[in-house]
């Protein structure tokens, strides 16, 4: 798993799951009751939309014209399975603004109408989604139901393009799909109300243990502030530290050793333009910072990406507590549904209301490198799956960076 927002990400006030459930197929339509209008896998094709790709180009993101990011924003508005902010141009704005340079491959229909575009990086002679390893969600913003040719994303020294969540749905990249894996969401629509009548059992029993949980924090520490949207850098950067306490504890890539990652969300926290942003949501206890989540938000949909707590107030259960509170503040922030993102991870199980199929695989014509890649992903498999799990992660980051 190479994405330290899915799987990896610490579960409400528990200790970090690590890695998470090894791979394995599941279907590919959303599997979970109360899904939030407009997040279905199928979207019938509206008339005045673009047709299929003749013509392709790739330039940089900053080379695009209006034109371009006028269609960017018209093709997603049209096609409901793309309201991801993943999915919105001011993600890869921000990514490309960041010093990793963004690339957008651009098809247009016989009419010379834009008709689909996909945010890459390209590494030597590998193409992967704009924002990797944090992107969440991936694929090309393209009209509902069209189709869209990954061999295309081929030539020009280009070899192979590499996905990881890849949002299922997409019938040209059936081929180069090696597993799936869930990805689960919370219908917060009507806020803590409306979500507690669409939560399971275990959702419900959890989200009334954080409301006992903050009358006890508040009678240890303090009282218990909570701010769904915060401008405050001291705790962004608080934030990061126990993020990165978090993976060296249990042995996960640190994602912030990365100094661009680290200026990306801080760019990320300051942006604001009416329907994308960086949203830091933070709890305090008296004096203390408890727990916080920075994510990223597009209209109706908040992305739960960096969650962290300070492990001294652990027994408290601070990110439950804090995730309770961003779900009674939803109806204030105008958000309809939280992503939780990939992974099986204890705290997604019993929180989610649903979830949508996120795919893993590489487009390439070379069939010994696709048979490569399956016979890693099953070594990897196992080991995670092993008693040893732990102890070889270090050998499976070895083993996919010889095999990407």
């Avoid at 330290?4 to 090894?22: H, I, L, M, N, V």
């Avoid at 180009?57 to 006028?70: C, K, W």
């Avoid at 490569?372 to 083993?399: D, E, H, T």
Wanted: some cysteine; overall charge positive; glycine content about 12%.
């Amino acid at each position: 798993m190479t994405s330290p927002s899915r799987g990896e990400a610490a579960p409400p006030g528990a200790a970090p799951a690590g890695y998470g459930a090894a791979d394995g197929a599941g279907p590919p339509e959303r599997a979970a009751a109360g899904a939030p209008a407009g997040h279905g896998r199928d979207g019938p094709a509206e008339a005045g939309l673009p047709g299929p790709p003749v013509t392709w180009r790739t330039v940089p993101f900053d080379a695009l014209g209006g034109e371009e990011l006028d269609a960017w924003h018209r093709l997603r508005a049209a096609n409901p399975i793309l309201d991801s902010p993943y999915f919105h141009p001011g993600f890869a704005a921000a990514v490309h603004a960041t010093g990793r340079p963004v690339q957008v491959v651009v098809g247009r229909d016989r009419d010379g109408r834009v008709c689909a575009l996909l945010p890459c990086h390209r590494e030597r002679s590998l193409l992967r989604p704009a924002g990797w390893p944090g992107a969440d969600f991936q694929g090309p913003v393209v009209a509902p139901g069209a189709e869209f040719p990954p061999l295309r994303l081929l030539g020009g020294g280009v070899r192979a393009f590499a996905f990881d969540h890849l949002l299922d749905g997409h019938p040209g990249f059936e081929p180069y799909v090696e597993s799936r894996r869930v990805s689960p969401y919370l219908d917060v629509s009507g806020g803590l109300t409306g979500y507690l009548g669409r939560a399971s059992r275990s959702g419900r029993d959890n989200m009334a243990q954080a409301r006992r949980r903050t009358a006890k924090a508040e009678r240890l520490h303090g009282p218990v502030r909570f701010v769904a949207a915060s401008l405050d850098e001291a705790c962004l950067e608080r934030l990061i530290e126990l993020k990165r306490r978090q993976y060296a504890a249990t042995g996960v890539r640190d994602h912030f050793a990365d100094p661009r990652h680290v200026a990306l969300l801080a760019r990320l926290l300051h942006t604001r333009d009416g329907s994308f942003g960086g949203v830091l949501s933070t709890l305090h206890a008296g004096p203390h910072l408890i727990a916080a989540h920075f994510g990223i938000r597009a209209e109706k949909v908040l992305h739960w990406w960096f969650p962290a707590y300070d492990p001294a107030f652990g027994a408290l259960a601070p990110g439950w507590i804090l995730l309770r509170e961003l779900v009674a503040a939803a109806p204030a922030l105008g958000i309809e549904r939280i992503d939780l993102g990939r992974g099986e991870d204890e705290y997604k199980r019993r929180a989610k209301t649903g979830e949508t199929w996120v795919c893993q695989g590489l487009v390439t014509r070379n069939p010994a490198r696709r048979a490569l890649r399956r016979a890693r992903n099953s070594v990897i498999s196992a080991a995670k799956s092993s008693a040893f799990g732990p102890r070889l992660r270090g050998a499976v980051r070895r083993l996919r960076a010889l095999t990407r």
